[in-house]
């Protein structure tokens, strides 16, 4: 199968200011993408996932490892063309127009056919700031940064696109918006890569996904692989139950969840029918009662445990 991205035992260390401690930003990652596919990196701050670009795009040298784009190792700085990058935190020139500082990254990939100047205002228009062209970029909105700074790196039509936390900052408008830009893109043959860590963005616009934690990346497939499709749980809601009742269901450990004169209870599987008939005894009305699989939320927290343990375990705890 072809492949856009492929790298192999790509690791890098950090060494700490100040001191000789190691710090492992990334270990031994094995990634294929392949094109046109929507690749999302979830993963907590600090994972790795921002490391990661950089190394992709060649702004940091792996320590070691091997990087392939388009199956030639990233040493040709032709490779790069190819390439549209939107930072985490990308630096706008507040003193000039949208427009004029598209037109400014235009020149810096030396693009100046009237091809390309018109590929400008089709970029503002594909990004939904066609009226805000002539507009200072200083007044703009976090959302229409993020706007903007997507059309900068969709100015060299690139086959690859890389997305550091695309939807960071945004309220749930401004997240939809970026959401459906990057499902727009991908029906136009680009193939991307993002990261983040809010995980509905993942489960709306990805083909697959990666979880970084700690630099190792824990799980990687569609989501479909990843979960597991058997049932867990079982959530009921019931209502109508004493304050007695309520105080030993908490002793006993349970996850009560308070809703007006309702309360949701989430239960393991098997353990579901003496509950219900513990509940019932007592005086409860069963509003709902729904079996509950794997959810995405659900392997990221234990993916998540299951590290913490191992460094604790290890004795680097906090």
Same mark, same amino acid.
């Given at each position: ?15 700490? &200011? ?16 392949? /094109?046109? *596919? ?5 993963? &907590?701050? +600090? ?7 950089? $190394? ?5 040298? &792996? ?8 199956? *030639? %190792?990233?040493?040709?700085? %032709? ?8 930072? @985490? ?10 427009? %004029? ?10 693009? !100046? ?16 700031? /066609?009226?805000?062209? !002539? ?9 229409? $940064? ?11 039509? &690139?086959?690859?696109? =890389?997305?550091?936390? /695309? ?14 830009? =990057? ?5 136009? +043959? ?8 809010? #995980?509905?963005?993942? @489960? ?22 990843? $979960? ?6 079982? @959530? ?6 004493? =304050? ?5 269901? @908490? ?10 004169? *309702? ?10 029918? !003496? ?5 019932? *005894?007592? +005086?409860? %009305? ?12 659900? #392997? ?13 375990? #290890?004795?680097?705890?906090?």
């Amino acid at each position: 199968m072809e492949h856009i991205i492929k790298t192999e035992n790509l690791s890098k260390v950090f060494r700490a &200011p100040f001191t000789f401690k190691k710090i492992n930003a990334l270990t031994d990652l094995r990634l294929e993408i392949t /094109p046109g *596919e929507v690749f999302g990196f979830l993963g &907590p701050n +600090g994972a790795g996932k921002t490391t990661t670009f950089k $190394l992709l795009l060649g702004l940091l040298k &792996p320590s070691r490892g091997k990087i392939w784009l388009w199956r *030639e %190792e990233l040493k040709k700085i %032709e490779l790069k063309s190819k390439i549209g990058f939107l930072p @985490e935190n990308p630096y706008f020139y507040n003193y000039l127009k949208a427009k %004029e500082y598209l037109h400014f990254c235009r020149h810096l990939f030396a693009l !100046n056919s009237q091809e390309s100047k018109k590929r400008v205002d089709a970029l503002l228009d594909l990004v939904g700031l /066609p009226e805000h062209k !002539n507009r200072l970029i200083k007044t703009f909105s976090k959302g229409m $940064l993020q706007r903007l700074g997507l059309a900068q790196a969709l100015i060299n039509d &690139p086959e690859l696109l =890389i997305l550091d936390e /695309p939807m960071s900052g945004l309220d749930p408008l401004g997240r939809k918006e970026i959401r459906d830009l =990057i499902l727009d893109l991908k029906n136009k +043959g680009k193939t991307i890569i993002f990261s983040t860590h809010i #995980l509905s963005d993942v @489960e709306t616009v990805c083909d697959r996904v990666g979880i970084l934690i700690k630099g190792n990346l824990r799980d990687c497939g569609p989501l479909e692989h990843l $979960l597991n499709p058997k049932i867990k749980s079982f @959530e009921l809601c019931i209502k109508g139950l004493s =304050i007695e009742t309520v105080h030993n269901l @908490e002793e006993q450990g349970l996850n009560l969840i308070k809703r007006g004169n *309702e309360i949701f209870i989430r239960v393991e599987e098997k353990e579901e029918k !003496n509950l219900l008939y513990y509940l019932l *005894e007592k +005086g409860g %009305e069963l509003v709902s009662f729904a079996p509950r699989k794997e959810t995405l939320e659900d #392997l990221y927290v234990n993916e998540i445990k299951s590290i913490d343990n191992h460094h604790e375990n #290890l004795g680097f705890g906090n």
